[in-house]
């Protein structure tokens, strides 16, 4: 790497990275990487038959999926091409919402794109580092945390002002998509209450993420107080663990009859299926019940 040339893009990069916890990448269209938020740029190897960057030299934004194995995750990839270079962001992709899944992929890309605007602070390093960047910087960085309700104004050059343009732009859409995020999950937990089967979500480790109100009155418990508590700390019913242990080791839906006990039972059918998340992997237990006992009672 030409040190003396790139050396304050690289200390750009790791200032924001470190700011924000996103990898940034300054690379040539040689596949050359010259800045890196996390690694020294002479160490890491040439980059160019990276899928997302070979799309960002052509001219587009270039995304990717893949596994890290340096992280031992998944990490998502975003790319663009920005005159001679090329500016890549990459965060590691989790499954905090499942039920969401395309709308919160969605929202994830658009908050990318405020730290690829930042990152393209980085295309200045051949001019010093101004007033008008460090206030698009600091701009930059409360959007990163989410506040959306102070717009840039920044004076300066042409592209000084259009880049400040964009970013308030791209912050009042982000805002938006947000609050729709918000009102649907509004919307859903209201599905789940008005529903008159019991619904019971645990994720792969046996501890329960959601409980609606139908299930909370079938084993007569607080649904305020059960997130995260394991199935069998708050349901006491060997029937029902195995069920949700039998369906995490085989893949596959499955069915059974119980009943709660104590001194007036309820007979309840109970259904289990699979949850995925948007990459279509296992991470644990939908379970569906239905009570009975007027049935098994006529019986």
Do not use: W
Not at 23 to 34: F, M, P
Not at 217 to 231: H, K, N, P, S
């Amino acid at each position: 790497m030409r040190t003396g040339r790139y050396q304050a893009a690289d200390s750009l990069c790791k200032v924001i990275g470190g700011k924000t916890g996103i990898r940034i990448t300054l690379i040539l269209h040689s596949g050359e990487v010259v800045a890196d938020s996390r690694e020294h740029p002479n160490l890491m190897e040439n980059h160019s038959s990276r899928p997302e960057v070979v799309q960002a030299i052509a001219g587009a934004e270039g995304m990717a999926l893949r596994f890290s194995s340096t992280v031992n995750e998944t990490m998502m990839y975003i790319a663009i091409p920005s005159g001679g270079f090329v500016v890549r962001t990459s965060i590691p992709v989790t499954s905090i919402d499942q039920a969401l899944g395309s709308t919160n992929l969605r929202i994830l890309l658009g908050g990318l794109v405020i730290v690829v605007m930042a990152g393209l602070i980085s295309v200045y390093v051949s001019r010093r580092i101004s007033r008008p960047l460090e206030h698009l910087k600091l701009g930059a960085e409360r959007f990163a945390r989410g506040v959306f309700d102070r717009k840039l104004s920044v004076s300066g050059s042409e592209e000084i002002r259009a880049l400040a343009e964009a970013m308030n732009v791209m912050a009042d859409q982000i805002s938006q998509k947000l609050a729709a995020l918000d009102e649907s999950r509004q919307s859903q937990e209201a599905i789940m209450s008005s529903m008159i089967e019991g619904v019971v979500a645990v994720d792969s480790e046996e501890r329960i993420a959601s409980v609606n109100r139908a299930a909370a009155r079938l084993f007569d418990i607080t649904i305020d107080v059960v997130a995260g508590r394991y199935l069998h700390e708050v349901i006491r019913n060997s029937t029902l663990q195995r069920l949700v242990r039998e369906t995490l080791r085989s893949g596959q839906p499955a069915q059974v009859e119980l009943s709660t006990g104590g001194g007036q039972p309820l007979f309840l059918q109970a259904s289990a299926s699979i949850m995925r998340d948007a990459q279509s992997h296992g991470i644990g237990v939908v379970l569906v019940l239905n009570d009975v006992t007027r049935i098994q009672k006529l019986e």
